[in-house]
């Protein structure tokens, strides 16, 4: 079956450094997106990757590595308003993506 | 540009009855997909359009059917509504199936009693 896990919920502190951790088992694989998703609205894309290695974009970067089916989002300078669910999602061999439950990020002042 | 609407915003239902759930997305994507989203559980796909006149099933299609007679609209029909249909399904759209970003819509959440 395909599987992707990643924490429930974390804490960190606001302008603190968190790492969501994303692993995965699946048929196939054409990419790895990250989204974002506040409480009750609809996700918002932040990152993709395809190739390994970190892929940066502000206060956001993405880590994928194929061999070792993980990827992390690594989260800077954290703010209030980063407070919200990260999905990590897989893209199968059939171009449908699969995802994972969500990691509800808690951010405390 | 609004991007993706969806209607209605919410709805409660009763089992049995038919629902259309609607779609429209101004950004001439070809690919659309509708997925459901319940608590604990990562988002499902139920089906997926690859270009207008196209459709295919996703993970979870059973009970539910949709069309695409053109790119902007493509409408999610629950035939008969049953309890477990209850949840919060998002319409979403991109390129093409093997683009690097999904676009989503607001969301409807559905209630079934």
């Known amino acids: 079956g395909q599987n992707i896990d990643q924490p429930t919920e974390m804490t960190a502190t606001e302008g603190a450094i968190v790492q969501i951790n994303c692993t995965y088992q699946t048929s196939g694989f054409n990419g790895l997106f990250w989204y974002q998703q506040h409480a009750g609205e609809a996700p918002t894309f932040l990152s993709y990757?395809?190739l390994d290695g970190l892929e940066e974009k502000g206060r956001f970067s993405s880590f994928l590595s194929r061999s070792k089916g993980y990827s992390y989002l690594l989260l800077k300078e954290l703010q209030m308003k980063d407070s919200a669910s990260y999905l990590c999602?897989?893209?199968?061999?059939?171009?449908?993506?699969?995802w994972g439950a969500g990691t509800k990020l808690i951010i405390k002042p | 540009i609004a991007g993706i609407t969806q209607a209605p915003t919410s709805q409660i239902l009763a089992a049995g009855r038919r629902m259309t759930l609607r779609c429209t997305q101004d950004m001439r994507h070809n690919a659309m997909y509708w997925y459901r989203q319940d608590l604990g559980l990562g988002l499902r796909l139920i089906h997926y359009s690859n270009t207008a006149g196209t459709t295919g099933k996703g993970e979870v299609p059973d009970g539910y059917s949709v069309s695409r007679a053109n790119t902007d609209d493509f409408p999610l029909t629950l035939a008969s509504a049953v309890p477990s249909q209850t949840s919060v399904y998002f319409c979403a759209s991109s390129e093409g199936l093997a683009a690097d970003t999904q676009y989503f819509g607001p969301g409807t959440r559905l209630t079934v009693l």
């Open positions: 990757n395809v």
């Open positions: 999602a897989v893209r199968d061999s059939n171009y449908q993506l699969i």
